[in-house]
């Protein structure tokens, strides 16, 4: 009972709707003393009271507390650890501070997304199996692939690497937790809200604009689409808390000897991802916004009525998107540098090459934008310098391909599942890539822009890229989060499952694309018919896939081999803690001696964690 | 009575690897043993093989314009780097594999090889040796001939009004303007500049033939010119997403009421050109002997 | 009972960089709100520089008068920063007065951006202009008033005697954040206000 008063979920099922409530009541007091109509908009007040709900469950689940304290200038106790550490399985459903139980929930809570996003695809790949309309509506299938993209981008692939690095990285640079571990929460907490903005739309006939969501089509739509615009502003908040914290934490508070160059490169990865998303995530912010005002106050940012600039949307909009896919992707290839090295046995090949090609891209990045307009309308003159960066930045990523060849050859490679899926990703990495240096070049790209041959590359580089080296992570760590050896028979049958029907599943889609099958569509001509039946079949298989991996998760993490401190034998920090490490990682700092890649070095250390006091023996009368 | 108590959480055994046995599995001069540059050229030529399969399977439309063989042979140079290099990447991954696998209770090191700099400094430069003969390519189809120009001069102008959900059409330099869902007839081997508007949202006016694709968006106009150089109707895709209608505006869907474009010979399309001013004549003879008896009566 | 097996506290961390990592996580957020301020300038830049759409109406922007405001909030940035200044020397008095002067500063700004925004003769729904107009000046604003907030906060603590020069870096953050905000007025002044469209 009491727990509908104390900071839990259970209270944020009353405060969220209070503050909604109260917010809506505020806003028409407000415009009545004025002199406005009460309600001249319902979907105005719907949004402020989505806005203050979602605020109203941050408060409500505590992630203010302590700030609250704070303000009203009360004494605060930095040595209050009750929030912090997972004592049962229930705190993982609190405001939990320890960067391992945030972890835990941004792993846990992203993966469910991600089968809730792969769903929408199975029912709109079942639409498209046969010609003809069997199963969607037009409208229903266009918020079904914008649920589907938006879901996955923004509540699953750039919060699950959060979630891996919220893990692993404090323990792999030596430190007991992030820098601001009650702001790490309040990220953490912001995801549901910004997941249930998004998944509600549908109550209001969901948004049909694709991921993008591009003006004027927003402005048609219904309020829906009101949703998704607020529904990626809060994503994309919690995007920025993470990464202000990430780069504060490996800027401040790694191990004494740990140089930037003895951090792993997982480290280096989630640095420049985390620069990335502080400089880029509030372009599509601003755009959100604007395209949101468009819609609920009747500006005319978009709209041809009012002097607006449709096109203007597009460039600021992917301003940042481009730079998301390499936050996509940066800290993918950070896991496959640690998979690859560890179950190798031998140091990451070129490791500087790799820590700056990390730096180059995400500084390139920000050069590239345009390539996704080259079809738009946009000033003919920035169509080739844009070509020229977006052909450039395929040498950083392409030296990270060789040197994780380099790593691999001359190792001890131990097949494990985690090792299986980084191969796995180099192949299929490959593919999306030398598809991507092709759609650089400009009169290539324009012949076949928006057709299913780009839904192929991006789907390689995300599916084949950043989901493979989320498993490979996921596999890999497996052993440290839960204390547990998961079952090697059912991952491989989970990688050669995946693997296969995955390729089966894109690669088609080149064909489509090449031979004029658009996106974002829910029939085709009839020649298509028979790769798209074949498409959706491998989805399926794809799908189903995914349900090896669950059971051999949530069967190992309860009945798996007991797995000790470090069954991989890696070097790094984290695998000299015990599996689960303690709440508070480290009795004592550590001291980092040398590379995180020495294997191979007779008698090489990374780092040695002081001792605790020995075992004691005690008396009791 | 004693109690030992086992301190969890910190393995004290842990903070050295002289546990494991930490024997080099080989120095490089075995590595070098297995020769590199044979397998890379192997490589070379298992790619070849990959990329003459994807150019003799590859499926594209017909090739209807001036521009479509110039990019279609950009692909098929696309198609050669990109199978040369997956062959050289699948090949190395699958020998390393083979050769370099952890026997059962392998406790061996691996090479401790932290990275040979003139091999990097090549898998640099060979790449960007690539992208820079992809660039030139690009440049050079871009500026294949100033069609814009021709068409401006000696060709047609069409101007394309996207809606939701059709395309409709006028000849800006015949003054002739076409109704909704009137197809588009165009001369074979002059040059056109198509002039894209949109009334609502977003379109894209996608020619997979012509390989020519450009977007119309609200409130500006887009230019985009090709030459079509063969008879024949080719499908108009709308490539953008306009709403609940963009799944039909494609004019390959059978039953689709939006006409494709038909390229027909110059004098029949002269022919169709008087058709469409007499036409156009007569109504307005009939609109304007409408109002003159509407205003009569 | 048993010794702690669990350590029970975390060790103490030692800091690699000079700056404590509060004002480093303060001034990365700002490097993001910059950002966000830089989208509503892409737009804006695009709007009236690159396609030189005039304001709504025969609207002539009042650079004279809002330079005024503008002095006002560089001055209020100079007073935030006596208050560090007496901090240290441990004039706690000097701290509520100089903060308190800051505030009246910057409220007064925030009025005569009000009372200016009532007598513009646009609303945010007039054009595109209008509309980029309200929301850039609106968010500085919006900035400004938060700013407020925290240096109230900032007097509340004052008062309560919780700063002092080993435990000031709660007031070090709230005068960094309002010299951003003085900084990006700045820039918003002389784009907008200043520089003519082509």
Redesign the interface.
């Known amino acids: 009972m009491t727990a509908v008063l104390k900071p839990t979920l259970a209270r944020c099922l009353w405060v969220a709707p209070a503050f909604a409530a109260l917010a809506i009541l505020i806003t028409v007091a407000a415009r009545s003393l004025v002199g406005m109509t009460p309600v001249l908009q319902e979907s105005t007040l719907l949004t402020v009271a989505y806005i203050a709900g979602g605020i109203g469950f941050i408060v409500g689940i505590g992630g203010f507390d302590y700030w609250f304290t704070w303000m009203r200038g009360g004494e605060l106790d930095p040595n209050d650890h009750s929030q912090h550490g997972a004592h049962s399985w229930g705190d993982y459903f609190k405001f939990n501070t320890d960067h391992k139980v945030i972890g835990i929930q941004y792993i846990v809570f992203t993966f469910i997304m991600f089968l809730v996003g792969g769903m929408f695809a199975e029912i709109f790949r079942s639409e498209l199996a046969n010609p003809g309309q069997q199963v969607v509506t037009n409208q229903q299938y266009n918020g079904l692939i914008s649920q589907h993209g938006v879901i996955m981008i923004f509540v699953f692939m750039v919060p699950v690497f959060a979630g891996i690095g919220n893990y692993v990285i404090p323990l792999m640079i030596g430190a007991a937790d992030m820098a601001f571990p009650r702001l790490n929460a309040v990220s953490f907490w912001l995801l549901p809200v910004a997941a249930f903005t998004l998944l509600s739309s549908f109550m209001f006939g969901s948004f049909d604009g694709g991921w993008t969501g591009y003006p004027t089509l927003s402005e048609q739509s219904g309020y829906g689409m009101t949703l998704y615009q607020l529904g990626v502003q809060l994503a994309g908040a919690s995007s920025i808390a993470t990464a202000v914290n990430f780069l504060v934490t490996i800027i401040a508070m790694r191990a004494p000897g740990m140089t930037l160059f003895r951090m792993p490169l997982l480290v280096w990865a989630n640095l420049a991802t985390s620069a990335l998303v502080v400089a880029a995530t509030p372009f599509i912010a601003g755009a959100q916004f604007m395209a949101m005002f468009d819609r609920e106050m009747g500006t005319h940012f978009f709209t041809v009525a009012g002097n607006g600039d449709t096109l203007v949307y597009q460039h600021i909009f992917w301003f940042y998107s481009h730079p998301a896919v390499y936050i996509m992707i940066l800290p993918g290839f950070g896991i496959i540098s640690e998979v690859i090295a560890t179950h190798a046995r031998k140091p990451v090949f070129g490791y500087r090459a790799v820590a700056f090609s990390s730096a180059g891209i995400a500084i390139l990045g920000f050069a590239v934008w345009a390539h996704h307009m080259f079809a738009s309308g946009m000033e003919p003159w920035l169509r080739v310098p844009i070509m020229l960066s977006t052909l450039l930045i395929a040498i950083p990523t392409g030296i990270k391909i060789f040197s994780w060849l380099g790593t691999m050859w001359g190792g001890v490679l131990r097949m494990t599942t985690a090792n299986l899926f980084a191969i796995g990703f180099i192949f299929t990495f490959v593919i999306g890539g030398l598809s991507g240096v092709m759609l650089a070049v400009v009169p290539f790209d324009v012949s076949i822009t928006n057709s299913y041959f780009i839904v192929a590359h991006f789907h390689y580089v995300l599916f084949g890229g950043s989901i493979m080296t989320i498993y490979a992570g996921f596999y890999h760590w497996f052993p440290k989060v839960t204390g547990r050896m998961y079952n090697e028979v059912l991952g491989r049958w989970h990688f050669w499952i995946t693997f296969v029907a995955m390729n089966l599943t894109f690669f088609p889609m080149h064909y489509q694309g090449l031979e004029g099958m658009p996106r974002r569509v829910a029939d085709y001509a009839p020649q298509f018919a028979w790769s798209n039946m074949l498409i959706s079949i491998a989805a399926f298989i794809l799908g189903a896939s995914t349900l090896i991996f669950v059971y051999n998760m949530i069967h190992s993490a309860r009945h798996g081999k007991k797995a000790g401190a470090n069954p991989w034998g890696g070097l790094t920090l984290e695998w000299m803690l015990s599996s689960p490490p303690p709440i508070f990682n480290f009795p004592a700092t550590p001291r980092v001696i040398g590379g995180p890649y020495r294997y191979g070095e007779e008698g090489a250390k990374h780092a040695i964690v002081p001792e605790v006091e020995p075992a004691t023996v005690e008396t009791t009368v | 009575m004693l109690r030992v108590v086992r301190k969890r959480g910190y393995d004290a055994g842990r903070d050295t690897f002289d546990s494991r046995r930490r024997a080099c599995s080989k120095g490089l001069a075995e590595v070098k043993t297995i020769k590199v540059l044979p397998l890379a050229i192997m490589g070379v030529v298992v790619g070849i093989v990959i990329s003459v399969l994807l150019v003799i399977t590859r499926t594209l439309p017909v090739q209807a314009s001036a521009e479509s063989s110039d990019i279609d042979n950009l692909y098929i140079f696309f198609l050669g780097f990109s199978g040369i290099i997956f062959g050289i990447v699948v090949l190395f991954l699958l020998v390393s594999v083979y050769r370099f696998r952890a026997r059962p209770n392998d406790e061996r090191e691996g090479d401790n090889l932290h990275g040979i700099t003139w091999l990097e400094v090549v898998w640099t430069v060979i790449p960007f040796v690539i992208v820079v003969l992809c660039a030139i390519g690009g440049l050079m189809v871009l500026r294949s001939g100033d069609v814009e120009a021709q068409a401006r001069t000696k060709g047609q102008q069409i101007h394309v009004l996207g809606y939701q959900f059709g395309w409709k059409y006028g000849y800006l330099n015949q003054d002739i303007n076409l109704k909704d869902q009137q197809t588009l007839v165009l001369p074979v081997n002059e040059p056109v500049i198509f002039e894209l508007e949109s009334q609502d949202v977003i379109h894209s006016f996608w020619v997979p033939a012509w390989r020519m694709q450009m977007n119309a968006t609200p409130g500006q106009v887009n230019e985009i010119s090709t030459t079509p150089t063969k008879i024949g109707t080719y499908d108009i895709v709308c490539a953008y997403l306009c709403g609940v209608g963009h799944t039909g505006m494609n004019t390959s869907l059978p039953g689709s009421i939006i006409p494709k474009v038909r390229v027909v010979s110059k004098s029949d399309f002269d022919a169709w050109i008087t058709q469409q001013k007499a036409e156009a004549a007569k109504a307005a003879e009939s609109a304007t002997a409408e109002t003159t008896t509407g205003s009569a009566g | 009972m048993?010794?702690a097996?669990?350590?029970?506290?975390?060790?103490?961390?030692?800091?690699?960089?000079g700056?404590r990592?509060?004002i480093?996580?303060l001034i990365?957020?700002l490097?993001?709100?910059a950002?966000?301020f830089?989208?509503?300038f892409?737009?804006y830049t695009?709007?009236r520089v690159l396609?030189g759409?005039p304001w709504p109406g025969d609207f002539d922007i009042p650079a004279d008068s809002t330079s005024i405001n503008t002095l006002i909030l560089v001055l209020s940035s100079f007073t935030c920063e006596f208050a560090l200044l007496s901090l240290d020397r441990r004039k706690n008095g000097s701290v509520f007065g100089w903060l308190l002067l800051t505030f009246l500063l910057g409220a007064t700004f925030l009025g005569l951006q009000v009372h200016e925004y009532m007598i513009v003769g646009f609303t945010?729904?007039?054009?595109?202009?209008?509309?980029?107009f309200f929301?850039l000046t609106g968010l500085h604003g919006t900035h400004v008033f938060i700013g407020l907030v925290l240096l109230l906060?900032g007097m509340?603590?004052a008062?309560?005697g919780?700063w002092s020069p080993e435990r000031h870096s709660?007031l070090l953050a709230i005068s960094i954040y309002w010299h951003f905000v003085d900084i990006v007025w700045v820039i918003l002044f002389t784009v907008v206000y200043c520089l003519p469209s082509s």
């Open positions: 048993s010794a097996t669990d350590h029970s506290a975390p060790q103490i961390q030692p800091y690699r960089t700056l990592p509060e480093l996580g990365i957020f490097v993001s709100e950002a966000l830089g989208a509503f892409m737009y695009n709007l396609k759409i945010p729904a007039d054009q595109s202009t209008g509309a980029i929301t906060l509340i603590r008062l309560a919780r709660g």
